[in-house]
């Protein structure tokens, strides 16, 4: 596959999993505008043919130093294809929070409340994000290694890998619930390590009841949305990953949740990527944080 191709395909599936139900699908190939800024080709030319890809959750120097030593090695890598953004895709994370208010009012919260809080965590993330952030984008460059990240349009995949997974079990208790994410295969390796799912629990009301899945929109949300939510009757938050004042603004109030696992949730997404692009021939090497499970194998 050519890097520009494996970089489309990673744009229409997040196109084709987007919670926006009015979003253009014919956006991006209408080249004007790319709805993920966090997505980008950070090295290596559009054209070239990639047959083996490197694929990690995160990027930083050492694995782009790494993925040289294995090249040196005698292993066949001709790219690097990363979850989390970096250089001009984290400057850019910002314009995927937009994807959070839609979600927020898709589960009912009031529009002019969601924009309030839009707002809020895009200026607070805009301040956040003054580093330098550039490091792996140099090493890549330096060392001749096409680099890509695919964020949001892989954690849209997430969002609808848990809609699917949670319909009709409102109804069940939220152990019974933690258990079948218990089950999921990624959640198992990780579990393995020592990452688990857990679960914060409103001891009022033990089962799922109405929940909100939260898995995209780039950054932690605002703790305020929590009041919010629990206003609007929902019971239970499913996400992959929060912080702690997030957690105990949840706890305050009286919502439960459940937290699947930040890198077994990412790993989700990835897998479900990386099946497509091992149907187009691309041979997959899995790094740091991702946990390869092949979803094409069960069928
Ligand atoms: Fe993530």
């Known amino acids: 596959m050519k890097w520009i191709d494996i970089y489309e395909k990673g744009i229409k599936l997040g196109l084709e999993n987007d919670l926006r139900s009015d979003i253009d699908n014919k956006i991006f190939y209408e080249l004007e505008k790319n709805p993920y800024p966090d997505s980008v080709i950070i090295t290596g030319e559009n054209e070239k043919t990639i047959k083996n890809l490197f694929v990690s959750i995160d990027i930083d120097i050492s694995i782009v130093l790494l993925v040289s030593q294995l090249k040196k090695n005698g292993i066949e890598i001709d790219g690097i294809l990363t979850h989390h953004p970096t250089g001009k895709g984290l400057y850019n994370i910002t314009e995927v929070i ?33 580093g330098n952030y550039n490091g792996p984008e140099s090493a890549a460059g330096f ?52 990452d688990e799912p857990f679960i914060i629990k409103n001891f009022k009301s033990k089962a799922v009841g109405k929940y909100f899945v939260d898995m995209t929109g780039g950054v932690d949300p605002p703790d305020e949305i929590f ?73």
């Open 98 to 130: 937009r994807l959070q208010r839609e979600n927020w009012q898709k589960n009912g919260i009031k529009e002019i409340d969601a924009q309030r809080l839009y707002e809020k965590i895009y200026r607070e993330e805009e301040l956040d994000l003054r």
């Open 227 to 299: 009041k919010l939510l629990k206003k609007t009757g929902i019971d239970t938050i499913i996400g992959m990953h929060y912080n702690s004042d997030n957690i105990s603004t949840m706890e305050k109030n009286r919502l439960s949740a459940i937290i699947c696992g930040h890198m077994a949730c990412d790993s989700i997404g990835m897998n479900i990527f990386c099946d497509m692009l091992e149907k187009e021939g691309i041979n997959i090497i899995s790094g740091s944080g991702f946990y390869r499970y092949k979803r094409n194998e069960e069928n």
């Open 143 to 194: 060392l001749d290694i096409p680099l890509m990240c695919v964020h949001t349009p892989v954690d849209n995949i997430i969002q609808v890998f848990f809609e699917k997974f949670f319909k009709n079990k409102n109804d069940m208790s939220i152990d019974d619930a933690l258990s079948e994410v218990r089950e999921i295969p990624e959640c198992k390796m990780a579990s393995e390590k020592g």
